[in-house]
């Protein structure tokens, strides 16, 4: 399914604040009305004129760049979609493309969302935050696999603000946990070609009720039930985004050793938790013992042997297993 972008008219809504745009009769203009009303922005009209109601949850490129502070990059560039296959496909491309450090991609709904080891992501349109952002690490490339610690770091700080009862957890590599269930997770692509080199951090964060599937609703949650109210969206991406720019600064100066101790610390499972291994149809039980210098997980086998886990499935192993 092609790409379907913002209408020019919500850019130009974030622009002009409270006079807000003449209702022209332009064709093309009442397009994007329409489109607006389709998915679900809030409008308000006065004296023959449109504008956006503001509030902290509807994501407008305009809001998002202006509430976005430029930490670890010049200013955020926000491109955003109502529809698209995949966020991260889109940044991979971009970045290929020259797209620099702070390029923003986000969309409403996805329709080929990805998840770690080529499974996909339920993107229902409007009900969480799907986004990636683009990255030029200066670091040597082996220790980009810490990004994916550094955004999870960033996110569980960012939901603690949020709401400091919720009961958070880590799991390696790349998940969010509230009380055992699932409500976010990353996925880290690179691009290496020659002198070309770039990191695309993915997020899908389930947000409102609807975003998580029936079948999963044992193992995963949103942040609305979790929190007993509805959490604003945008509000919730640019509290990440100052976060994340926090962490990759520390990334940036070589201090991955505090990255990986700070994941740590928000993680129960890095260190004599019981897990299962799966690689394919092979599935075996280990202890974990910590994690190495790229972050990678180090597990020890029934047989007593260390191994270090970089890309398999690792669960938490029941007492009933």
């Keep these: 399914m092609s790409s379907l972008k913002h209408p ?8 002009v604040g409270e006079n807000g745009l003449p209702l ?7 397009s994007e009305l329409e489109l607006c009303k389709e998915w679900g922005f809030v409008l308000k009209y006065a004296n ?13 490129p305009y809001w998002i760049q202006k509430e976005t502070p430029a930490i670890a990059w010049d200013w955020l560039r926000v491109n955003g979609f109502l529809r698209i296959d995949s966020t991260n496909t889109e940044a991979v491309k971009q970045a290929r493309s020259g797209a620099p450090a702070g390029t923003l991609i986000y969309a409403e709904e996805q329709t080929a969302g990805k998840g770690r080891n080529g ?19 200066g670091q040597p490339v082996k220790f980009w696999p810490i ?19 919720l009961d958070l957890d880590l799991k390696w590599p790349n998940d969010v946990l509230i009380s055992g269930r699932k409500c976010a997770g990353i996925l880290l692509e690179s691009v290496t070609d020659g002198d070309n080199n770039a990191a695309a951090i993915g997020l899908g964060i389930n947000v409102r009720k609807g975003s998580v599937p029936e079948s999963l609703e044992s193992t995963a949650v949103c942040l ?9 969206r945008r509000q919730l991406l640019v509290h990440f985004l100052r976060k994340l720019q926090e962490c990759y600064l520390v990334f940036e100066q070589g201090n991955h050793q505090e990255l990986l101790e700070r994941w740590k610390s928000y993680s129960s499972m890095w260190h004599g938790t019981q897990v299962w291994i799966s690689e394919g149809e092979i599935h075996r ?11 990678a997980l180090i597990v020890q086998t029934p047989e007593g042997a260390l191994e270090t886990v970089l890309a398999a499935d690792v669960s938490v192993r029941r007492m009933d297993d």
Aim: net charge negative; aromatic share 6%; glycine share 6%.
């Design 8 to 15: 020019a008219l919500l850019i130009d809504l974030g622009h």
């Design 24 to 30: 022209s009769p332009a064709a093309a203009f009442q």
């Design 48 to 60: 023959q004129r449109a504008s956006l109601v503001f509030d902290h949850d509807q994501l407008i």
């Design 119 to 137: 499974r996909s992501w339920v993107s229902n349109a409007r009900k969480g935050l799907y986004f990636t952002v683009i990255l030029r690490p």
């Design 147 to 165: 990004l994916t610690h550094a955004a999870s770091i960033a996110l569980i700080e960012t939901l603690k603000d949020l709401s400091p009862r």
């Design 224 to 232: 609305d039930e979790a929190t007993g109210t509805q959490v604003p």
């Design 285 to 295: 039980s280990a202890v974990t013992c910590g994690l190495n210098e790229l972050g």
